[in-house]
């Protein structure tokens, strides 16, 4: 993780860098989730089924999607949870369209 000016921190995802917008207290949390995006990626690149970095982030998003749904369904998600994830897919998705 590296800080970057303006409140951003520097993530790498596939081997690429992107700075996302993000309040000191939430900096944790942002490389954490960059991690393990990044990881579930890989596995996904790895498997040689899926081509192109974009069909693979969308493949990861599905994925993580499924297993998100799943544990609502059991019960698993508590509201505050649910309300931090999504702040998270909005940043991760505004990295991806830029």
Not at 59 to 81: C, F, S, W, Y
């Amino acid at each position: 993780m590296k800080t970057t000016p303006a409140d951003g921190v520097t993530v790498s995802i596939l081997g690429k860098e992107f700075v996302v917008a993000c309040p000191e207290n939430e900096r944790a949390a942002l490389v954490s989730a960059a991690s393990f995006l990044d990881k579930k990626m890989r596995e996904i690149q790895t498997s040689g089924k899926v081509i192109g970095s974009e069909r693979i982030a969308i493949i990861a998003a599905l994925n993580l999607a499924h297993e998100l749904l799943e544990l609502r369904g059991q019960g698993g998600m508590p509201t505050d949870v649910n309300q931090k994830l999504r702040s998270l897919q909005i940043k991760i998705e505004s990295v991806l369209h830029q």
